[in-house]
């Protein structure tokens, strides 16, 4: 698990939720939690004991049970959200993350009890939510520019790779028509050889003769 505290902001039932998850286990806990409702601020605790109860009841392992927790709370599209008040006791509530199976289908994957907190948070709140959502929005500039330079990079080798394929292509048609238009010479020439009969050869040659007398 990751020591840095996350922020998250939820809706649920179109309602804002901001909650900051601190990732740093105990010998009791595996995290803490704190949350604002855009009125008040609740904080509770995920223990081990409830963390076990939920990972047998879902059959998987602790470490991947974690590690679906960690998706679950950075608002994972696998996990409905659910935060609900304890009936008459305004002071506790429950913040719950389901997990879809099929369909409609889905199961309890965890959840956690918190009570009221009468620390005023609620500049603080946002202001880590503002913070924490500006770096994942650098963090995603940065990946966007770093992916563009590698594009770019390949594009521009594909470009000279092009370019020199373009000029072999080039060079390769010159050399063969050169050649064939020379074979295409040579085999005029045979043909015309060819072409002359026995006496024309004897005529040519008695020509020749007289000129020379």
Known sequence: MEKTPSMTRFNINEKFLYVK???????????????????????GRFSYEFARKYQERLDETEEKYQANVKEALRKDPKFIYSFTLIPDDNTSATFSWKKKIKGTDTVVHGCVPVHRDDTKETRAFILDFLLAENQDLRKTVESVN???????????????DLDKFVGIKTSLELSFYDKFEQLLNAKKKRMRLLEITPHDATTNVNNIEEEII
């Open 21 to 43: 998850v601190f990732w740093q286990p105990n010998e009791n806990d595996l995290f803490n939690i704190k949350m604002y409702d855009g009125k008040k601020a609740w904080s």
């Open 146 to 160: 770093l992916r563009n330079a590698e594009l770019a990079a390949n594009l521009d080798k594909c470009k000279k």
